[in-house]
């Protein structure tokens, strides 16, 4: 499976910027994706979860608590495409976005994206 993220780029403080990633390959391997994850690496900084939702039952998701209210993830099961809405952006948001998704035989994220860089002034 390969994970492609668009979507990132400069945006002042208090902006918006939609992530989308997009899963391709085989077939087989992609209806056994789990759940699909948004990760953030800032700067200096360790690679951090930010969002996650289950491919099968997408009202299941979950957000740090830092990203609660702000961001939303949303899933287009029909297109295998994962976007990150992120409102109200704060220059602690700057970073590298990863899309990530995790098999249901996995307890890890086994496929990784480029990553789509934001960057976020205040």
């Known amino acids: 499976v390969q994970l492609q993220a668009f979507g990132g780029g400069l945006v002042q403080a208090g902006g918006s910027l939609r992530l989308v990633c997009v899963a391709s390959?085989?077939?087989?391997?992609?209806?056994?994706?789990?759940?699909m994850a948004w990760y953030r690496q800032p700067p200096g900084g360790q690679r951090e979860l930010v969002a996650s939702?289950?491919?099968?039952?997408?009202?299941?998701?979950a957000y740090a608590d830092s990203e609660s209210g702000r961001f939303t993830i949303s899933i287009d099961n029909a297109k295998e495409e994962v976007y990150l809405q992120m409102n109200g952006l704060k220059p602690e948001d700057t970073g590298l976005y990863y899309c990530?998704?995790?098999?249901?035989?996995?307890?890890?994220?086994?496929?990784w994206g480029q990553g789509t860089q934001v960057t976020v002034s205040s």
């Open positions: 939702i289950t491919r099968r039952e997408s009202t299941n998701y």
């Open positions: 990530a998704a995790q098999r249901f035989d996995s307890y890890d994220y086994g496929y």
């Open positions: 390959g085989d077939t087989d391997d992609i209806i056994r994706i789990n759940r």
